[in-house]
């Protein structure tokens, strides 16, 4: 799902270093998630357009039980 609004968010951030972009979410919310090696050009361009950054990390050891 995707409109007009978001289609310019995700050019925007190919023209300013991202590598690749993927809409994640559903029901019309969720995340622009930008790959970038020049993360400081994307994230002005990204705050420019009045958009928010949400860090996030991988996490490389599988499933973990976290409380029980």
Same mark, same amino acid.
């Given at each position: 799902?995707?409109n007009?609004?978001?289609?310019?968010w995700?050019?925007?951030?190919?023209?300013?270093? &991202?590598?690749?972009?993927? *809409?994640?979410? &559903? !029901? !019309? !919310?969720?995340? *622009?998630?930008?790959y &970038? %090696?020049?993360?400081?050009?994307?994230?002005? &361009?990204?705050? %420019?357009?009045? *958009?928010?950054?949400?860090?996030? !990390?991988?996490?490389?050891?599988g499933?973990?039980?976290?409380?029980s």
């Amino acid at each position: 799902m995707s409109n007009g609004v978001i289609d310019a968010w995700y050019e925007r951030g190919m023209k300013n270093g &991202a590598l690749g972009g993927k *809409l994640v979410g &559903a !029901g !019309g !919310g969720g995340f *622009l998630m930008f790959y &970038a %090696a020049d993360r400081n050009r994307l994230r002005h &361009a990204m705050r %420019a357009e009045g *958009l928010e950054e949400v860090r996030f !990390g991988f996490d490389f050891e599988g499933t973990k039980v976290v409380l029980s």
